[in-house]
Structure formats: structure tokens, C-alpha cells
């Protein structure tokens, strides 16, 4: 059964930090790229991020770029999106997806003073 299941959200004030983490089964991670999403009520889906199979290169949306880090650690079949001086327009719900894998439930992040 594939899952992904994210993490690590939360209310952080403005300037502040998160990491996400995105852990995946029930399919062989390694081979697939991976992507980070978001959306906000009212929103269209955005992607914020994407990272290659081996983790050896990635795109940003002009949004986030500089701000935003995304890695993955194909052992331990997780994907991670470091998020650093975060704004309030970054409120939204945060996913990952794996193209024609599947995507996870999301995980909130809130900022907001």
C-alpha cells in the first residue's frame, strides 16, 4: 500500500522556521522524483519544490526560491523541505507527491504573529 505521510507543521511567527518531512512506503522511493506542494483556502495548488530521484538536483518556485530547501534521504525513504523566514503568504497546507505514485494528507503551517 503506498503512503505518504507528512509532518512538522505548525504555527511559527513571521521570520521564523520549519521542516517538513514527507516518509514514504509501499513503493521503491528511490526511483521516483518527488514534489512539494501547497495550498491555501481560496488558492490554486502551487508547487513549491522539486527534488530527482538522487536527489541531485531540484527547481523552487520564484516564490519561495533562497527560502526554501528541499533534500531527501533515499534510505531512510524521506523527503524533507527545510523552510526558513517564513512569511505569511507561506500559510497554507503543505504536501508531497510522488508523480503517478500518489500524494499525502498534508501538514498545516500557519504564520502568523
Not at 495548488?45 to 538536483?57: H, P, Q, W
Request: net charge positive; glycine share 12%.
Amino acid at each position: 500500500q503506498v503512503q505518504l505521510v507528512e509532518s512538522g507543521g505548525g504555527l511559527v511567527q513571521p521570520g521564523g522556521s520549519l521542516r517538513l518531512s514527507c516518509v514514504a512506503s509501499g513503493f521503491t522511493f528511490s526511483s521516483y522524483p518527488l514534489n512539494w506542494y501547497r495550498q491555501a483556502p481560496g488558492k490554486e495548488r502551487e508547487l513549491v519544490a522539486n527534488i530527482t530521484r538522487a536527489g541531485d538536483n531540484w527547481m523552487y518556485a520564484v516564490s519561495v526560491h533562497g527560502r526554501f530547501t528541499v533534500s531527501r534521504d533515499n534510505v531512510k525513504n524521506t523527503a524533507y523541505l527545510r523552510m526558513n523566514n517564513l512569511k505569511p503568504e507561506d500559510t497554507a497546507k503543505y504536501y508531497c507527491g510522488v508523480p503517478r505514485v500518489g500524494r499525502g494528507q498534508g501538514t498545516q503551517v500557519t504564520v502568523s504573529s
